[in-house]
């Protein structure tokens, strides 16, 4: 049966070009209540957002990222793992908030942002925007910290770079679902190779037949590459996080 919201979902695709209109006001709050309006781990609310609009500090995160197109984004917001509001509330209180510091901690702010963030790239392109979720602001935690003055017990999770598209991406193939969707517990399919391979050629099909950056590619060479990068990147964030004060149990 025809399902809007469904069919949204199912028609999702990363923009990474950007006309030059910026997106209103309206615009945003209505992402900002959208991302609001999410589910929270035990209704804390642990995470902020940073409205990212200083093109100084726009090109920072470009250069953190090696992504400068995120500077054309008509938008660009940062999602933060945040603690350090409800350590405000537990200090006026006059209560000891050390359990703040914990790894359950950091792990509920990370979901929350993590959900919110997906709540506003479905609530963006209904609004007819488009988007990129970015981890790679993580290239340099520390820095991200100190250019937006994040205090203890908050992290830099994701960046969203939003606009209005300037360019409709080729929808990319996903797995066949008896890959990642089992029942009663964890099984990988009897014929996982033959599945795999037929993923492999399917999303080599995507990449071969796109407008911009044709290439062949596979699934199996995709994460081959991914588990070939330099295993010094990103090999500080342990102690950027603790740094912070998480993972502090
Ligand atoms: C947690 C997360 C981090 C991501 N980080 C980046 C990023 O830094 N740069 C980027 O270009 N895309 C990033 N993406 C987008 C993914 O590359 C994209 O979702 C994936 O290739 C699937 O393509 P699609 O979104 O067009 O379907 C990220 C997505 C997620 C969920």
Redesign the pocket.
């Known amino acids: 049966m025809a399902n809007e919201i469904i069919d949204q979902l199912e028609n999702?695709?990363?923009v990474?070009q950007f006309t030059d209109q910026p997106l209103t006001k309206l615009e945003v709050a209505q992402l900002i209540s959208a991302a609001q309006h999410a589910s929270t781990s035990t209704f804390s609310q642990q995470y902020s957002i940073i409205s990212v609009t200083d093109p100084k500090q726009k090109a920072i995160l470009g250069e953190i990222?090696g992504?400068h197109w995120l500077e054309k984004s008509g938008h660009f917001l940062l999602m933060v793992v945040d603690q350090y509001r409800n350590l405000q509330i537990a200090k006026n209180e006059g209560i000891p908030a050390d359990v703040l510091g914990t790894t359950d901690k950091f792990l509920a702010g990370v979901m929350d942002a993590?959900i919110a963030t997906e709540n506003i790239m479905v609530a963006a392109e209904s609004l007819g925007l488009g988007g990129?979720?970015?981890?790679?602001?993580l290239n340099d935690s520390k820095r991200v910290i100190d250019t937006f003055n994040l205090p203890e017990l908050t992290f830099p999770l994701?960046g969203i770079a939003l606009g209005h598209p300037a360019v409709t991406?080729g929808?990319?193939p996903r797995m066949p679902e008896a890959m990642m969707h089992f029942e009663g517990g964890y099984k990988l399919p009897a014929d996982f190779s033959t599945q795999l391979n037929g993923y492999d050629a399917a999303l080599n099909a995507y990449y071969q037949s796109r407008n911009s950056n044709a290439r062949p590619e596979s699934f199996t060479h995709h994460i081959v590459q991914g588990l070939s990068r330099d295993p010094k990147l990103r090999a500080e964030l342990k102690g950027v996080i603790a740094g912070q004060g998480f993972l502090a149990d």
Do not use: E, Q
């Open positions: 999702h695709r990363s990474r990222s992504h993590a990129t979720i970015m981890g790679s602001i994701l991406p929808l990319k």
